[in-house]
């Protein structure tokens, strides 16, 4: 079946500016998400959702991220007056069953010039 | 901090065992061994996971030790496919808040034609 999708697969964009990055999840897997990759690193958690609340945001940098899922599936990370730091591959994935086994997606690489 | 020990990198030859060793002296009764790898530019994909017995899937074979302090990941019959970074985490049984991976650097494996 259908894997995690992400779009877009990559994202240019200027310091100071905006961006909103998507998360497709498995169909019917109630559990989401994101983490963060910096090159060299490991992906480090960022926010997990049981459904459409935000159950765990302690993984979040600063108030300039946030995310949404208000329907229970799609996700949107929003990043607001960007900065070159927030360079890295945003990862989502989603986890279903009665061990929540987490599937990930292939990642947007954000680059902040 | 990531709850597990992994030697930085190794090597193997095509079409031997590659078995990539993992310590997690501080695990506790509650909590799974995962393995993910994660091929150049992609996302991590799952292997495998157990929590006290050995486990085989199609893709590999998990070793636990009996005092569950640490791991193998055994591929079987290494490929060049199977060059990528492998990481062991520590992750709790119950979902929810807990269920998050908290990845370190992994182990670079690297399968020599």
């Known amino acids: 079946g259908a894997g995690v999708s992400q779009t877009p697969s990559n994202k240019v964009t200027e310091k100071g500016k905006y961006v909103e990055l998507r998360c497709d999840p498995i169909s019917g897997h109630t559990a989401l998400y994101w983490y963060r990759q910096s090159l060299g690193q490991g992906p480090e958690f960022l926010i997990y959702f049981q459904g459409t609340g935000a159950a765990d945001d302690s993984g979040l940098p600063n108030d300039r991220f946030f995310a949404v899922r208000p329907e229970g599936s799609v996700s949107t990370l929003k990043i607001q007056r960007t900065e070159r730091g927030d360079s890295a591959v945003y990862l989502c994935?989603?986890?279903?069953?009665?061990?929540?086994?987490?599937?990930f997606g292939p990642g947007t690489r954000l680059l902040v010039l | 901090d990531a709850k597990t020990t992994q030697p930085p990198s190794m090597d193997c030859a095509e079409g031997r065992a590659a078995n990539l060793p993992c310590n997690h002296s501080t695990i506790s009764g509650n909590e799974y061994v995962y393995w993910y790898r994660q091929i150049h530019s992609q996302g991590p994909q799952y292997i495998i996971h157990?929590?006290?017995n050995n486990e085989t899937n199609e893709m590999a074979s998990l070793i636990i030790t009996e005092d569950r302090k640490s791991s193998t990941l055994i591929l079987p019959h290494a490929t060049l496919r199977d060059t990528a970074v492998y990481y062991c985490i520590v992750r709790g049984v119950h979902t929810g808040a807990n269920s998050k991976l908290t990845f370190g650097k992994g182990i670079t494996l690297s399968v020599r034609p």
């Open positions: 157990g929590l006290k």
């Open positions: 994935a989603s986890a279903g069953g009665r061990q929540e086994t987490q599937y």
